[in-house]
């Protein structure tokens, strides 16, 4: 076995790989909060939720429907953007011009009601969900074995990651996006349907978290609190990126992952908790997060 | 005001208990109610839960529905999984509602938590699910019944067989609270004392989805048996993610605690060959296949777990004690529990001892491969009986309630 200074270096690089694994949810999750927060200004505590009803709408559609792993990975995100789009134009429209607080506390509240009514219907106890058959079995790396499917999370995620970022940083329908939500009265001068890019923003948010609980399907197993384990995090990895950053958030979802692999090989108990060491120490030396503008 | 209140209702206790107490023979408040505290919702549902009333009910059918002329009443509640949820529901059922004896018992916290408050009032605890040798041993009451199988005979039945055939060298992956820190301390001792070592462990919150990491940390630690001291859905998802990383190909994974809801839910390809230890299997002979042939009618086809088998048993144990002293008087009837052998399709070979440990047959018995199985519910092949003293090891003289 390698060792270099008394570290075992295959342990090491396996925690750091799971990590990057870990940290590609974190960047989807991230990325889908950051979206939303950057260009409505609303901070979604739904965006768990829907990571959960992604999971479970593949589920569902599996059990009953007949539509496979692929299938899901295609309709579910656009299902869960649906149920966003619906929830954006009829709960969060109309208190749009209010205060912050209460979107969040809205959002919130919808988060309880769905966790509650899955696991009224489901159980706690989680169901199954198998690795398609065309990311069955792996390959034997010199430090770890890795699963295909876990290589195909970090494939997907950066794909999926950085072709969010390029549309909205680097295109014209990006440049409305962000116009759109800094000067919406201007914009509508233009003849730009703001209120739609408003809703299709949002809609678009929400479908990153379906997309990531179809991901998280197989590995994780489903269940109705999935989504509230990761929110806290991923609302810490949010904080530490900077409010808003889209680039931020995805370098800061992996990275996290990765620091979270290093804690769990050197200290396992500190684990659960360095994500939030991470967050205060950056709130007390920088508060705009990493790769936020300060204000 | 509130003071005064209180004062008024604790003479009026004082007087009920004096009341009851002059009438010791026959059944206080003219019933006998066994109160059934399970996980109905969360990682242990499925292996007692909903299951674990209906085996209560079917005991009370069985039996008669009445004992000396009066009703058994069957409550249920829901714990949770939380100490504290636990305790208060039974401290409710024994104080105001009459309950005078509790089974079902699953997470060992809770366990632990439910018998003080039940040894306070003096009333039965019959523990059909809880795996942690606690009851017995360092927390034993006068009051506990320890029915289906603990730590110790999981440990002498499925780790001890391992490390005199060589396998040496042991890391635990443990589920972070009383029954894992339990059982993986008992395996430990049992490894030690045949020679082997443990070269690591790690302990993972109970409800943990991710086991990946928890995995990896087992494969560079060189060990010749990565052992799972955990339960339920946990069991489930550690071996599932130990096959994904290709463990189970290099060393011997076994689990500590396998019921068979969670080996059904298990692909055979994963978990076919696991050897291990359990108190009950549905498919044993002709008495439990018929036993449990009415059970799955009654619960929709899921097959019993072994924890409630143990249920079954234990109620049934507890009724026929009330019946032959004429009480419910805890005392008296503990006393006649222990006097007499537990003989169903449960128990074999068994008998409660002074120290609340229900000894009998235990199994060791092999997760079948795919092409082994005749049916959805032809889960496990029988190895072994393991004789009851052999599994749970002796009494402790402090324990020894005579």
Same mark, same amino acid.
């Given at each position: 076995?390698?060792?270099?200074?008394?570290?075992?270096?295959?342990?090491?690089?396996?925690?750091?790989?799971?990590?990057?694994?870990?940290?590609?949810?974190?960047?989807?999750?991230?990325?889908?909060?950051?979206?939303?927060?950057?260009?409505?200004?609303?901070?979604?505590?739904?965006?768990?939720?829907?990571?959960?009803?992604?999971?479970? $709408?593949?589920?569902? &559609?599996?059990?009953?429907?007949?539509?496979?792993?692929? /299938?899901?990975? =295609?309709? #579910? %995100? +656009?299902? !869960?953007?649906?149920?966003?789009?619906?929830?954006?134009?009829?709960?969060?429209?109309?208190?749009?011009?209010?205060?912050?607080?209460?979107?969040?506390?809205?959002?919130?509240?919808?988060?309880?009601?769905?966790?509650?009514?899955?696991?009224?219907?489901?159980?706690?106890?989680?169901?199954?969900?198998?690795?398609?058959?065309?990311?069955?079995?792996?390959?034997?790396?010199?430090?770890?074995?890795?699963?295909?499917?876990?290589?195909?999370?970090?494939?997907?995620?950066?794909?999926?990651?950085?072709?969010?970022?390029?549309?909205?940083?680097?295109?014209?329908?990006? $440049?409305?996006?962000? &116009?759109?939500?800094?000067?919406?009265?201007?914009?509508? /001068?233009?003849? =730009?349907? #703001? %209120? +739609?890019? !408003?809703?299709?923003?949002?809609?678009?948010?929400?479908?990153?978290?379906?997309?990531?609980?179809?991901?998280?399907?197989?590995?994780?197993?489903?269940?109705?609190?999935?989504?509230?384990?990761?929110?806290?995090?991923?609302?810490?990895?949010?904080?530490?990126?900077?409010?808003?950053?889209?680039?931020?958030?995805?370098?800061?979802?992996?990275?996290?992952?990765?620091?979270?692999?290093?804690?769990?090989?050197?200290?396992?108990?500190?684990?659960?908790?360095?994500?939030?060491?991470?967050?205060?120490?950056?709130?007390?030396?920088?508060?705009?997060?990493?790769?936020?503008?300060?204000? | 005001?509130?003071?005064?209140?209180?004062?008024?209702?604790?003479?009026?206790?004082?007087?009920?208990?004096?009341?009851?107490?002059?009438?010791?023979?026959?059944?206080?408040?003219?019933?006998?109610?066994?109160?059934?505290?399970?996980?109905?919702?969360?990682?242990?549902?499925?292996?007692?839960?909903?299951?674990?009333?209906?085996?209560?009910?079917?005991?009370?059918?069985?039996?008669?529905?009445?004992?000396?002329?009066?009703?058994?009443?069957?409550?249920?509640?829901?714990?949770?999984?939380?100490?504290?949820?636990?305790?208060?529901?039974?401290?409710?059922?024994?104080?105001?509602?009459?309950?005078?004896?509790?089974?079902?018992?699953?997470?060992?916290?809770?366990?632990?938590?439910?018998?003080?408050?039940?040894?306070?009032?003096?009333?039965?605890?019959?523990?059909?699910?809880?795996?942690?040798?606690?009851?017995?041993?360092?927390?034993?009451?006068?009051?506990?019944?320890?029915?289906?199988?603990?730590?110790?005979?999981?440990?002498?039945?499925?780790?001890?067989?391992?490390?005199?055939?060589?396998?040496?060298?042991?890391?635990?992956?443990?589920?972070?609270?009383?029954?894992?820190?339990?059982?993986?301390?008992?395996?430990?001792?049992?490894?030690?004392?045949?020679?082997?070592?443990?070269?690591?462990?790690?302990?993972?919150?109970?409800?943990?989805?991710?086991?990946?990491?928890?995995?990896?940390?087992?494969?560079?630690?060189?060990?010749?048996?990565?052992?799972?001291?955990?339960?339920?859905?946990?069991?489930?998802?550690?071996?599932?993610?130990?096959?994904?990383?290709?463990?189970?190909?290099?060393?011997?994974?076994?689990?500590?605690?396998?019921?068979?809801?969670?080996?059904?839910?298990?692909?055979?390809?994963?978990?076919?060959?696991?050897?291990?230890?359990?108190?009950?299997?549905?498919?044993?002979?002709?008495?439990?296949?018929?036993?449990?042939?009415?059970?799955?009618?009654?619960?929709?086809?899921?097959?019993?777990?072994?924890?409630?088998?143990?249920?079954?048993?234990?109620?049934?144990?507890?009724?026929?004690?009330?019946?032959?002293?004429?009480?419910?008087?805890?005392?008296?009837?503990?006393?006649?529990?222990?006097?007499?052998?537990?003989?169903?399709?449960?128990?074999?070979?068994?008998?409660?001892?002074?120290?609340?440990?229900?000894?009998?047959?235990?199994?060791?018995?092999?997760?079948?491969?795919?092409?082994?199985?005749?049916?959805?519910?032809?889960?496990?092949?029988?190895?072994?009986?393991?004789?009851?003293?052999?599994?749970?090891?002796?009494?402790?003289?402090?324990?020894?309630?005579?």
């Amino acid at each position: 076995m390698a060792t270099f200074l008394g570290i075992n270096l295959f342990g090491l690089f396996g925690q750091l790989l799971v990590g990057l694994i870990n940290g590609s949810f974190y960047a989807l999750l991230s990325l889908g909060l950051a979206i939303i927060f950057g260009l409505l200004k609303i901070i979604n505590f739904a965006q768990g939720a829907m990571y959960m009803l992604g999971a479970f $709408a593949a589920w569902l &559609a599996l059990q009953y429907l007949g539509i496979n792993y692929w /299938a899901a990975l =295609i309709v #579910v %995100p +656009l299902a !869960v953007g649906a149920i966003g789009i619906l929830m954006e134009r009829y709960l969060l429209r109309p208190i749009a011009n209010e205060d912050h607080l209460y979107s969040l506390l809205l959002t919130f509240g919808v988060a309880l009601i769905l966790q509650g009514l899955f696991t009224h219907m489901f159980g706690s106890s989680g169901m199954p969900y198998n690795i398609p058959e065309e990311l069955k079995g792996g390959s034997r790396l010199p430090f770890m074995y890795l699963p295909n499917y876990r290589a195909w999370i970090i494939i997907a995620s950066l794909v999926v990651c950085v072709s969010t970022w390029y549309m909205i940083e680097k295109t014209k329908l990006g $440049a409305y996006l962000r &116009a759109g939500t800094e000067n919406p009265q201007l914009m509508q /001068a233009f003849g =730009i349907n #703001v %209120p +739609l890019i !408003v809703t299709l923003t949002f809609g678009f948010g929400v479908g990153l978290a379906g997309f990531a609980g179809v991901m998280a399907a197989p590995v994780y197993s489903v269940s109705p609190e999935m989504g509230s384990n990761m929110l806290i995090v991923v609302f810490a990895i949010v904080v530490i990126g900077g409010m808003g950053s889209i680039g931020g958030a995805i370098l800061t979802g992996l990275g996290m992952g990765v620091v979270e692999g290093l804690t769990k090989y050197f200290y396992p108990e500190a684990s659960t908790t360095i994500i939030f060491l991470v967050m205060v120490i950056v709130l007390l030396t920088k508060p705009a997060g990493l790769f936020g503008k300060e204000a | 005001m509130k003071s005064m209140k209180k004062s008024l209702l604790t003479t009026a206790m004082m007087t009920a208990i004096a009341a009851s107490g002059a009438n010791a023979a026959g059944l206080s408040d003219d019933k006998v109610k066994i109160g059934v505290l399970a996980d109905m919702g969360g990682v242990y549902a499925d292996i007692c839960g909903k299951g674990c009333v209906e085996a209560v009910k079917m005991a009370v059918e069985d039996f008669g529905g009445t004992v000396l002329g009066k009703p058994i009443e069957v409550v249920s509640a829901d714990d949770q999984n939380k100490p504290d949820v636990g305790s208060a529901k039974a401290r409710e059922w024994v104080e105001s509602q009459q309950v005078d004896a509790v089974t079902g018992l699953v997470s060992s916290a809770v366990t632990g938590a439910v018998t003080k408050v039940l040894t306070d009032a003096k009333k039965i605890a019959l523990i059909s699910t809880s795996a942690s040798h606690a009851f017995t041993t360092k927390a034993c009451s006068p009051y506990n019944a320890h029915w289906t199988y603990n730590v110790v005979a999981l440990a002498n039945g499925t780790v001890k067989p391992m490390v005199q055939a060589g396998k040496k060298k042991w890391f635990f992956i443990t589920a972070d609270y009383a029954f894992g820190h339990a059982l993986e301390k008992v395996a430990s001792g049992v490894i030690a004392n045949n020679g082997g070592e443990v070269v690591g462990k790690v302990r993972a919150p109970l409800g943990t989805t991710d086991f990946s990491s928890y995995v990896l940390q087992a494969q560079s630690s060189g060990a010749d048996v990565v052992a799972l001291a955990n339960a339920g859905s946990d069991f489930v998802n550690s071996l599932k993610t130990a096959a994904e990383f290709g463990l189970t190909e290099m060393v011997d994974v076994a689990g500590l605690l396998v019921f068979t809801p969670n080996a059904k839910a298990l692909d055979p390809t994963i978990a076919g060959g696991m050897k291990l230890t359990t108190g009950f299997y549905w498919d044993y002979d002709e008495e439990t296949r018929k036993w449990s042939q009415r059970f799955m009618e009654r619960t929709g086809g899921a097959i019993p777990a072994m924890g409630q088998a143990g249920a079954y048993s234990a109620t049934m144990h507890y009724l026929n004690a009330v019946k032959a002293v004429g009480t419910d008087e805890s005392d008296a009837v503990m006393k006649q529990m222990k006097a007499t052998q537990p003989n169903d399709f449960f128990a074999r070979n068994a008998t409660l001892r002074a120290d609340g440990r229900m000894v009998h047959d235990m199994y060791q018995v092999r997760i079948k491969n795919a092409d082994e199985r005749k049916g959805e519910n032809d889960i496990f092949a029988l190895e072994k009986v393991i004789k009851g003293e052999e599994a749970f090891g002796a009494m402790l003289a402090q324990c020894n309630f005579k």
